[in-house]
């Protein structure tokens, strides 16, 4: 399984990407660009949270 962490930089790799795309795809007047770019955005911010995840319980694991 991937660790928490590595869902984090994947996320934020995808974030990033997908924010390029959409600025890009903005001024080139690309809609499926700026399309594609947002979902990327969204999944990076999902993969993220799914890190944040695993570190709660993670920590709450080592806590018991």
Known sequence: TMSS???????M???AVGNVKQGVGKATDNDK??????IQEK???A????GKAKDAVKNTVDKA
């Open 5 to 11: 962490t590595g869902d984090k930089v994947k996320g």
């Open 13 to 15: 790799a995808n974030e």
């Open 33 to 38: 660009l700026q399309v594609e770019g947002k």
């Open 43 to 45: 999944k990076g911010e």
């Open 47 to 50: 993969q993220q949270e799914v």
